[in-house]
């Protein structure tokens, strides 16, 4: 039997996120908290963290994935050596869209409603900005995705 990942994460939380609405109709409608319990065990915790943020509206841990990462957003623009505003607190800025990117994609994916939100006109940040936030929203985006694949393996194994 297979279980849609999404409706996995879903089953997890006691958010109102209907299970049955979620994921491709294709998929088996009847997964308990249990069975979906089970498939995510052992998942590495940020992939589990990011997983039930994206896809079951689970945003109790919404404050430990801003922090990991923006230390994620330090180490990548330390690594390729961004010249960062003082004051400007970009890599903050740039976490907290990502993190609202990627439960309300088409709301966010405007690159001159980023750009407000950073505090910057729309040429600065296609410039120079656009690719590191896409960095940064990758990051985000990879844990996610991760806790998924994770799901799918377990499906494989059942």
Same mark, same amino acid.
């Given at each position: 039997?297979?279980?849609?990942?999404?409706?996995?994460?879903?089953?997890?939380?006691?958010?109102?996120?209907?299970?049955?609405?979620?994921?491709?109709?294709?998929?088996?409608?009847? #997964?308990?908290?249990?069975?979906?319990?089970?498939?995510?065990?052992?998942?590495?915790?940020?992939?589990?963290?990011?997983?039930?943020?994206?896809?079951?509206?689970?945003?109790?841990?919404?404050?430990? !994935?801003?922090?990991? !990462?923006?230390? *994620? *957003?330090?180490?990548? *623009?330390?690594?390729?050596?961004?010249? !960062?505003?003082?004051?400007?607190?970009?890599?903050?800025?740039?976490?907290? #869209?990502?993190?609202?990117?990627?439960?309300?994609?088409?709301?966010?994916?405007?690159?001159?409603?980023?750009?407000?939100?950073?505090?910057?006109?729309?040429? @600065?940040?296609?410039? @120079?900005?656009?690719?590191?936030?896409?960095? #940064?929203?990758?990051? !985000?985006?990879?844990?996610?995705?991760?806790?998924?694949?994770?799901?799918?393996?377990?499906?494989?194994?059942?």
């Amino acid at each position: 039997m297979y279980y849609n990942p999404i409706r996995v994460f879903a089953a997890m939380t006691a958010h109102p996120v209907n299970p049955l609405n979620v994921g491709r109709s294709t998929a088996q409608p009847g #997964i308990d908290q249990a069975t979906a319990a089970a498939m995510c065990r052992k998942m590495p915790t940020l992939a589990f963290m990011a997983a039930m943020y994206k896809w079951a509206g689970d945003h109790e841990q919404h404050d430990f !994935l801003m922090y990991r !990462l923006i230390i *994620a *957003a330090a180490d990548i *623009a330390s690594e390729e050596q961004w010249r !960062l505003p003082k004051g400007k607190e970009y890599l903050r800025k740039m976490s907290e #869209i990502a993190l609202k990117e990627v439960i309300e994609p088409g709301r966010w994916k405007d690159g001159t409603r980023k750009a407000e939100y950073m505090g910057m006109d729309k040429s @600065t940040f296609y410039k @120079t900005w656009r690719k590191r936030y896409e960095s #940064i929203y990758q990051v !985000l985006d990879g844990w996610a995705q991760d806790g998924y694949r994770y799901v799918q393996r377990k499906n494989i194994e059942l």
